[in-house]
């Protein structure tokens, strides 16, 4: 199955969250988590080679950029607009970067041990994250006239 494959079947599992240009960052993630999970089956298979961590690397540089992007984006519209469970939003933001952050290390290290757990919890995260927890926040921002 490929990236594109995986990503549209996953448009389909992600609910509206009210906001278009936060939907649209949605699926981007899903897409990198979709390109991430076709790499990890891959590395099922055969030992990662360099060319291999270099995708990783790469892959998973590109991953922390845009979700570092898009939470910062959303806090920024969250104050903005006084969004009353922000601190909540703020802490579930911070703790997924740690995981980021502790991920990093593992590549770093070249501990290929990493890459089913992550991302199965990318995919949970995801999911969860989205579908209950940004969907939240779609009739407060649909208030506000965001669309």
Not at 16 to 35: D, I, P, T, W
Not at 73 to 87: F, R
Request: charged letters at 30%.
């Amino acid at each position: 199955m490929t990236t594109n494959t995986v990503a549209r079947e996953t448009e389909c599992l992600l609910k509206n969250v009210g906001v278009m240009e936060f939907n649209k960052q949605h699926l981007r993630l899903a897409s990198y988590a979709a390109e991430f999970q076709q790499l990890v089956d891959k590395l099922s298979e055969t030992p990662p080679t360099i060319e291999d961590w270099r995708h990783i690397d790469a892959l998973f540089g590109r991953i922390s950029r845009f979700v570092a992007e898009h939470f910062r984006h959303e806090e920024q519209l969250m104050q903005e607009y006084d969004y009353p469970e922000y601190n909540n939003q703020k802490q579930m933001h911070n703790s997924f970067e740690s995981k980021l952050i502790d991920v990093q290390s593992k590549i770093r290290g070249r501990d290929i041990r990493f890459t089913n757990d992550f991302c199965k919890e990318l995919w949970e995260w995801l999911f969860h994250h989205i579908n209950v927890v940004d969907v939240a926040y779609r009739d407060f921002f649909i208030e506000k006239g965001l669309k």
